[in-house]
């Protein structure tokens, strides 16, 4: 089930935070996305592939702007002797970099910069129901830098919520072992007359080593301070269950024809919004609910799928149809 694949993977975070995976590395308060290879690719280590990293206060930097600033999670190349089986370190030597990605969300649009009020539209106290992240279309936008917010000295390009995907910055060389760790600072940023709105940001790292093949994707879940924890863990835990790959057992076939196709999506449609829900009813991930995550996993596997070849029958065939059809038709009269 996907829905504790954000919990597990915070908790995995923070232990191997707290011990210090890194020779020389002094930990502070802080949190890193752990990264090294698998199967010769760059890899994060642990199951969840969004980080939460909240804003640390409003800053005006003096030409006219607003920001909201952070400076976690980081990004940490870690130790051949503290990965778990099937990991490898981080190749030595090599360069890493980003680009800031435009992504899908709610399986139609594409943004590089999604925005949610963080509002309890309930009043309950439970937002699991309220979660809905938009493109940005505010004149808000976000970025990567180093330096201060005053005079940084490298920077990202921006991203405003187009669907663009946009220049990021390079982190770190590794070390001749793949040690690696590097904090650069996310900012959202708006004017005085209109800053940035408060609750949450979604953005999208593609994250590449130049000796590895492929494009690690990985998400932030970025948060101003008047956001309730409540609302920032469900937040993590619904984006999670959309933007991390299917598992081997998700399947989209929902009515148990063999084939991932209109059929399917239609059972979807019509169950979308159900609780309780079985893989009959449109739930692809098991996780007795029907919603985004179940389509992505429908649209991933309906792409995947080999286009469907019609049978022409044999002329024997028919003859025998034929026969068939014009029996039962005197036979009805």
Same mark, same amino acid.
Not at 57 to 72: E, L
Not at 232 to 258: R, V
């Given at each position: 089930?996907?829905?504790?694949?954000?919990?597990?993977?915070?908790?995995?975070?923070?232990?191997?935070?707290?011990?210090?995976?890194?020779?020389?590395?002094?930990?502070?308060? &802080?949190?890193?996305?752990?990264?090294?290879?698998?199967?010769?690719?760059?890899?994060?280590?642990?199951?969840?592939?969004?980080?939460?990293?909240? @804003? @640390?206060?409003?800053?005006?930097?003096?030409?006219?702007?607003?920001?909201?600033?952070?400076?976690?999670?980081?990004?940490?190349?870690?130790?051949?002797?503290?990965?778990?089986?099937?990991?490898?370190?981080?190749?030595?030597? *090599?360069?890493?970099?980003?680009?800031?990605?435009?992504?899908?969300?709610?399986?139609?649009?594409?943004?590089?910069?999604? &925005?949610?009020?963080?509002?309890?539209?309930?009043?309950?106290?439970?937002?699991?129901?309220?979660?809905?992240?938009?493109?940005?279309?505010?004149?808000?936008?976000?970025?990567?830098?180093?330096?201060?917010?005053?005079?940084?000295?490298?920077?990202?390009?921006?991203?405003?919520?187009?669907?663009?995907?946009?220049?990021?910055?390079?982190?770190?060389?590794? #070390?001749?072992?793949?040690?690696? &760790?590097? &904090?650069?600072?996310?900012?959202?940023?708006?004017?005085?007359?209109?800053?940035?709105?408060?609750?949450?940001?979604?953005?999208? @790292?593609?994250?590449?080593?130049?000796?590895?093949?492929?494009?690690?994707?990985?998400?932030?879940?970025?948060?101003?301070?008047?956001?309730?924890?409540?609302? *920032?863990?469900?937040?993590?835990?619904?984006?999670?269950?959309?933007?991390?790959?299917?598992?081997?057992?998700?399947?989209?076939?929902?009515?148990?024809?063999?084939?991932?196709?209109?059929?399917?999506?239609?059972?979807?449609?019509?169950?979308?919004?159900?609780?309780?829900?079985?893989?009959?009813?449109?739930?692809?991930?098991?996780? #007795? *609910?029907?919603?985004?995550?179940?389509?992505?996993?429908?649209?991933?596997?309906?792409?995947?799928?080999?286009?469907?070849?019609? *049978?022409?029958?044999?002329?024997?065939?028919?003859?025998?149809?034929?026969?068939?059809?014009?029996?039962?038709?005197?036979?009805?009269?």
């Amino acid at each position: 089930m996907k829905g504790a694949r954000s919990n597990s993977s915070l908790i995995l975070l923070a232990c191997l935070a707290g011990f210090g995976l890194v020779e020389g590395t002094a930990w502070a308060q &802080h949190s890193d996305i752990l990264l090294g290879t698998r199967d010769g690719s760059l890899a994060v280590v642990g199951d969840s592939l969004v980080f939460p990293a909240r @804003f @640390f206060g409003a800053f005006t930097d003096g030409q006219g702007r607003v920001n909201q600033v952070s400076t976690n999670p980081g990004f940490l190349g870690i130790s051949s002797g503290e990965l778990p089986d099937g990991y490898a370190t981080l190749p030595g030597d *090599s360069l890493l970099n980003f680009s800031i990605l435009s992504f899908q969300l709610d399986g139609v649009e594409s943004a590089n910069l999604w &925005h949610w009020n963080a509002v309890d539209d309930g009043e309950d106290g439970d937002y699991s129901n309220d979660v809905n992240f938009t493109p940005v279309d505010n004149g808000s936008a976000f970025w990567a830098y180093r330096g201060s917010v005053f005079a940084p000295f490298e920077s990202s390009g921006f991203a405003n919520g187009e669907d663009l995907d946009v220049p990021g910055i390079d982190l770190d060389v590794t #070390s001749p072992t793949g040690g690696l &760790h590097d &904090h650069p600072r996310f900012g959202v940023v708006g004017t005085p007359e209109m800053p940035p709105e408060l609750g949450m940001y979604l953005i999208s @790292f593609g994250l590449e080593s130049e000796n590895l093949q492929g494009v690690q994707q990985v998400y932030l879940a970025l948060y101003t301070g008047d956001v309730d924890t409540a609302a *920032s863990e469900a937040a993590i835990a619904w984006a999670d269950s959309i933007l991390s790959p299917a598992e081997p057992g998700d399947s989209a076939n929902f009515n148990g024809d063999s084939f991932v196709d209109g059929a399917d999506l239609n059972v979807w449609q019509t169950n979308y919004g159900g609780q309780g829900a079985t893989l009959a009813q449109g739930d692809a991930n098991g996780d #007795s *609910s029907v919603d985004g995550a179940d389509f992505m996993i429908w649209q991933q596997q309906f792409d995947a799928a080999p286009a469907p070849v019609a *049978s022409v029958p044999e002329p024997t065939s028919l003859i025998v149809l034929t026969t068939a059809a014009l029996t039962l038709s005197c036979t009805f009269r």
